[in-house]
Structure formats: structure tokens, C-alpha cells
């Protein structure tokens, strides 16, 4: 691929982190991982506790969980794939703070997701949000048990 490619990803089960390697691996891009500030504890991610941390972030669409570091080396890309686990039926909170503490003008996102069980949801809408109209927004792609040929035949249909 002539583009300069960065896939980010969020995991707290390495579900989606081994997806993001699959991704890295068929793209030669590098990888950065989305690591919060404040790790997050089994407690936190009790989806089944209304006052768990994940529960408490995604009830309240201004949470910004802080993240741990960032690249200084952003504006070297062409195209950025962000990867998360679903969590109510969207992205968490904290890639709404990835994608906002960047300068996305003119680069291609492409959103790609795990989920235990639910759809993507209000995805798109959700984190499009936190950029600048100025980018080449790719739909947002549920990628479950996906193959190493499946990664393959979706990057193909990109365009990328």
C-alpha cells in the first residue's frame, strides 16, 4: 500500500487488539494502542453494574476518559484505522477522545469493532462527531471471529 497507515485500537480483552495485529499485518501498518490513563479493572467494566466505570462513561456522552499517551507523528499518516470493543451499541467514550485530540483533516478513518453480541449501533454518528468534516470517513466495520481473509477482502473493498 503506497499510504502511510496507522491502525489504533482500544482492547481491555485483547479481542480487538488481536484483530488491530491481523489489520497492521494485511495494511504493513503500524500500530499504536489506545491505552487509558487510568486502567480499567474487571469492576470497571461491569456492564451488568450501573455504577461501574464503562456504565457511568457511557451514560454520560461528555466523558472523555483521559488517555495515557499520545503520537507525536499523526500528521505522518494518510489513513488511520480506529478499533474498539462495542459497548452499548457504540464506541467507548475514550475514542471519542482519541479522535479528538488529534488533527484528522484530510485523512481517510476507518472505524473497525468487536462486540459480544450487539451491532454497531449509532457508531458512525457518535464518533464523526469528534472530527473535522474535512475527512474521508469510512462506515464503521463489524469485524466478530473475522479470518485473516475476511481482513483481507475488506481492506480490498476500501479503496484504500
Known sequence: MAKKI????FS????TKKLAKVIADVTKGDLFEIRPAIPYTSADLDWTDRDSRSSLEMKDHSSRPEILETLSNMADYDVVFVGFPIWWYV???IINTFLESYDFQGKTIIPFCTSGGSGVGHTDENLHVSCSDTVNWKPAKLLNR????DVE???NSLGI
Not at 473475522?146 to 481473509?149: D, F, I, Q, R
Open 6 to 9: 496507522l491502525v489504533s485500537f
Open 12 to 15: 481491555c480483552s485483547n479481542v
Open 91 to 93: 464506541a467507548p467514550t
Open 146 to 149: 473475522a479470518t485473516k481473509a
Open 153 to 155: 477482502k475488506w481492506i
